[in-house]
């Protein structure tokens, strides 16, 4: 069967979603969805939604875990510097964020968060935080390549795909099955080829 060609590379911006074909076998990307955070000419970075760790954002950022969505964990971002932690938040405010709130807008309500500046003042104006360890990254070229062979479909993502409490294979579904034509058709079949 052909590669289903689904989004280009000018589909691709922050907030758009990157959501694995079932042709991508690599077992870091099987099944995953990707929330892109950047794109520029040098690369693209994102997250990976939707992997909980058992790591518990209270034992380490006691802080943001008032802030923290359900289950209150970090969720594995990606294969890059998993050491490092990414949050991101969804804004609720009737305006923007404020100079020094610690928020950087990506794309509508999403937001990235400085989990170095103090939470309380962000408290009631959030729907909440989701905090990432490690990042997902292709270098320039690197990711036309994949799309160009099928491996992932480009769609449009929304602030509740962040925070949301789908995980794996039912958050793979769940985006797939809002798209039209072939793709939906899609979120029937395993994220992952080898589990048919």
Known sequence: MPALSVGCLDDVRPGALLVAMPALTDPTFAGAVVYVLDHSDTGTLGVVLGRPSEVRIN???????????????????????????????????????????????????VHLVDLDADPEPLAGQLDGVRVFAGYAGWSSGQLATELAEGAWACVAGSPADVLTGAAGPELWRAVLRRQAGRLAVLSTAAADPSAN
Not at 97 to 102: K, L, N, Q, R
């Open 59 to 109: 034992d380490v950022l006691p802080g943001w875990s008032e802030l923290a969505v359900e289950p209150g964990v970090f969720h594995v971002g990606g294969p890059c510097e998993t050491d490092t932690a990414l949050c991101l938040a969804s804004w609720t405010g009737d305006v923007p964020p404020a100079a020094g709130s610690g928020l950087r807008p990506v794309a509508g309500a």
